[in-house]
């Protein structure tokens, strides 16, 4: 319901983001010592837990996962961020 209220207020992929501070500043020490989240990084986690989730690669949940989680009424809402999101790939 977080997510379908969140896609209902506009937000998206470009919002689900680490802290700056986690792709800037390297880790100070432990076993990930120097290391940071680079952009690719994140991209490649978002789209595992997006497909973890039952949700497309825009972060949107699937019709089918609404079907199954009984949220199907919802689908009006997502169906706007979907148009919205195929028509900036064909941009």
Known sequence: MARIYNIREGLGRADDTVPIRCMKDPIQSGVAKGSVVTQ???DILLDDYYKTRGWDKEGIPTKE?????????YN????????????????
């Open 40 to 42: 690719k990084d994140l």
């Open 65 to 73: 996962k609404l079907k199954e989680l009984g949220l199907s009424s």
């Open 76 to 91: 009006k809402y997502v169906d706007k961020m979907r148009k919205k999101s195929e028509s900036s790939k064909e941009d």
